[in-house]
């Protein structure tokens, strides 16, 4: 890990620190997460929140985001823009609920 990743870490926490997070591992993937850690050069702790952080973020991104390729955007669009005839049950529905509600 980068001192600038460390510091972007620290930065966003200057808070007390007043939870914990426990993890049930085997001893070989604590060996594992210990030895990488000692490679970078920063606690267990820090280097599992480096990792777990920016992974969580991206997945509550990825989660919140909608993506459409360049030919649903353009049919959202088009629908949007035109929309279609309101027919049937949608159709009666709507004015039910029109002559119940404005007054």
Not at 41 to 59: C, N, R
Not at 65 to 89: I, Q, T
Request: zero cysteines; a positive charge.
């Amino acid at each position: 890990m980068t001192l600038i990743i460390w510091q972007l870490i620290m930065a966003e926490s200057p808070q007390l620190k007043d939870s914990r997070l426990d993890l049930r591992i085997t001893l070989e993937q604590k060996e594992l997460l210990e030895r990488a850690a000692a490679i970078k050069g920063v606690s267990l702790s820090a280097y599992t929140l480096s990792l777990l952080l920016p992974a969580a973020k991206q997945d509550i991104d990825n989660h919140d985001k909608l993506v459409l390729s360049n030919s649903d955007r353009n049919l959202f669009l088009s629908v949007l823009e035109n929309p279609p005839e309101l027919k049937g049950k949608l159709k009666s529905a709507i004015e039910k609920y029109q002559e119940k509600y404005r007054k």
